[in-house]
């Protein structure tokens, strides 16, 4: 059961502010503003706050990440929701992706750190697993912490492994999702295998050329029934099903068929005890690259046959926040399912050839079940099922 949940990104910092930008259908991506790069010439998606400015809101002094920054705001907002603020006698474990960790501040202090060794306060936040650690220690209530990193499947991953967790009753709680900011190493990268987009992004479409980068942090509070109703907590819905596979077919592009994609549907269907008719509405990869968005297409196709439902990807609006994307997605089929809406895909204007048609601007509709698909380089993909 999910009984909290919070998120930051473009379009938002709380889940108040994101449900407003999703019924607006109001993209956050926009010029470069706090990335120190060259390449001004990339829109992004980036948080609409400085790293000082959330340190005040944090009341942090002492050396930190923006990826640190924030997680900590948005596992605030979902601790705060599930009532789990404060000190706490719970076994509740927490599990984050990431793939950049601290890579903002080492890349910017690596050759001081070469030079004079004068900046080891920033350089040892690098690590992944340091900066899920430096997120949970914020609130000192967990009794297990561990990092997951799959590229862009790495906070749907941390919400499986979660839900496992519970499942095989090795705890009761589980705090779930991942954080990942934007770095020169993440926009270098992208840039070199020549698959951002120097315009808006258009998941979808005949056109599309690329994506934009995000970054933001998102977290769902899993637990058992039985243990939200000892709470006196509500519950806002369920992970009912989940899937994972590794197809393996290329290290950074996804086969022609989209076989992993469809097994991760598949896996999450038979996990809910679902069928193809009954899913509401797909929140997609989508990521507005020419290879990911014919695959999978292929393998929605290859699911829901005749009987597609809504699908959009929301990435027009947030930018593919990469890591974090399994969970800023999951919130905000969270919230669509909540609100009975069906999220626009921005930036779409032409249909491509054999590919699926994406629900444009918002939509109405009453949501029981709806999927949430991320897919991370290698072929690591994985599907979630929320419910009412």
């Given at each position: 059961m999910i009984t909290?949940?919070?998120?930051?990104?473009?379009?938002?910092?709380?889940?108040?502010?994101?449900?407003?930008?999703l019924?607006?259908?109001?993209?956050g991506?926009?010029?470069?503003?706090?990335?120190?790069?060259?390449?001004?010439?990339?829109?992004?998606?980036?948080?609409?706050?400085?790293?000082?400015?959330?340190?005040?809101?944090?009341?942090i002094s002492?050396?930190?990440?923006?990826?640190?920054?924030?997680?900590?705001l948005a596992?605030?907002?979902a601790?705060?929701?599930?009532?789990?603020?404060g000190d706490?006698e719970?076994?509740?474990?927490f599990?984050?992706?990431?793939?950049?960790?601290?890579?903002?501040?080492?890349?910017r202090?690596?050759?001081d750190?070469?030079?004079n060794?004068?900046?080891?306060?920033?350089?040892?936040l690098?690590?992944?697993?340091?900066?899920?650690q430096?997120?949970?220690?914020?609130?000192?209530?967990?009794s297990?912490v561990?990092?997951?990193?799959?590229?862009?499947?790495?906070?749907?991953?941390?919400?499986i492994?979660?839900a496992?967790?519970?499942?095989?009753?090795?705890?009761?709680?589980?705090?779930?999702?991942?954080?990942?900011?934007?770095?020169?190493?993440?926009?270098?990268?992208?840039?070199?295998?020549?698959?951002?987009?120097h315009?808006?992004?258009?998941?979808?479409d005949?056109?599309?050329?690329g994506?934009?980068l995000?970054?933001?942090?998102a977290?769902?509070?899993?637990?058992?029934?039985?243990?939200?109703?000892?709470?006196?907590v509500?519950?806002?819905?369920?992970?009912?099903?989940?899937g994972?596979?590794c197809?393996?077919?290329?290290q950074?592009?996804?086969?022609d068929?989209?076989?992993?994609?469809?097994?991760?549907?598949?896996?999450?269907?038979?996990r809910?005890?679902?069928?193809?008719?009954?899913i509401?509405?797909?929140?997609?990869?989508?990521?507005g690259?020419?290879n990911?968005?014919?695959s999978?297409?292929?393998?929605l196709?290859?699911?829901?046959?005749?009987?597609?439902?809504?699908?959009?990807?929301?990435?027009?609006l947030?930018?593919?926040?990469t890591?974090?994307?399994?969970s800023?997605?999951a919130v905000?089929?969270?919230?669509?399912m909540?609100n009975g809406?069906?999220?626009?895909?921005?930036g779409?204007?032409?249909?491509m050839?054999?590919?699926?048609?994406?629900?444009?601007?918002?939509?109405?509709a009453?949501l029981?079940?709806v999927?949430?698909?991320s897919?991370?380089?290698?072929?690591n993909?994985s599907?979630?099922?929320?419910?009412?």
């Amino acid at each position: 059961m999910i009984t909290g949940a919070g998120i930051v990104s473009a379009i938002g910092n709380n889940q108040a502010e994101t449900l407003e930008a999703l019924r607006q259908n109001r993209t956050g991506i926009a010029p470069m503003q706090y990335l120190n790069t060259i390449h001004r010439e990339f829109p992004v998606g980036e948080v609409k706050m400085s790293d000082d400015e959330m340190k005040a809101r944090l009341s942090i002094s002492e050396p930190t990440t923006r990826t640190m920054l924030m997680g900590m705001l948005a596992l605030g907002e979902a601790l705060e929701q599930a009532q789990l603020k404060g000190d706490t006698e719970l076994q509740i474990a927490f599990v984050s992706g990431t793939t950049v960790g601290g890579m903002d501040k080492s890349e910017r202090f690596y050759q001081d750190y070469l030079v004079n060794d004068s900046r080891n306060e920033y350089i040892r936040l690098h690590d992944c697993g340091t900066t899920t650690q430096a997120i949970a220690g914020r609130y000192g209530i967990f009794s297990l912490v561990t990092s997951l990193s799959t590229a862009c499947s790495s906070a749907a991953n941390a919400i499986i492994l979660g839900a496992n967790l519970i499942r095989s009753g090795q705890t009761e709680i589980a705090v779930v999702g991942g954080a990942e900011c934007i770095t020169k190493f993440h926009l270098n990268g992208f840039n070199s295998l020549m698959i951002l987009d120097h315009e808006q992004c258009k998941p979808f479409d005949a056109n599309r050329a690329g994506l934009n980068l995000g970054e933001g942090a998102a977290y769902l509070v899993l637990e058992t029934a039985a243990s939200a109703k000892r709470r006196g907590v509500e519950i806002i819905g369920e992970l009912s099903g989940y899937g994972n596979a590794c197809d393996a077919f290329h290290q950074t592009a996804s086969s022609d068929n989209g076989e992993g994609a469809f097994l991760a549907m598949q896996q999450a269907l038979e996990r809910a005890g679902l069928q193809p008719q009954d899913i509401d509405y797909v929140n997609a990869h989508g990521t507005g690259t020419p290879n990911n968005d014919a695959s999978e297409s292929e393998a929605l196709k290859r699911i829901f046959s005749t009987a597609m439902p809504p699908v959009s990807s929301t990435k027009g609006l947030t930018g593919h926040t990469t890591s974090a994307s399994g969970s800023v997605e999951a919130v905000i089929c969270l919230l669509a399912m909540q609100n009975g809406i069906v999220p626009g895909n921005y930036g779409w204007t032409h249909q491509m050839p054999d590919g699926i048609t994406p629900t444009m601007g918002i939509q109405q509709a009453q949501l029981r079940h709806v999927m949430c698909n991320s897919f991370g380089f290698g072929g690591n993909d994985s599907s979630l099922i929320l419910s009412k």
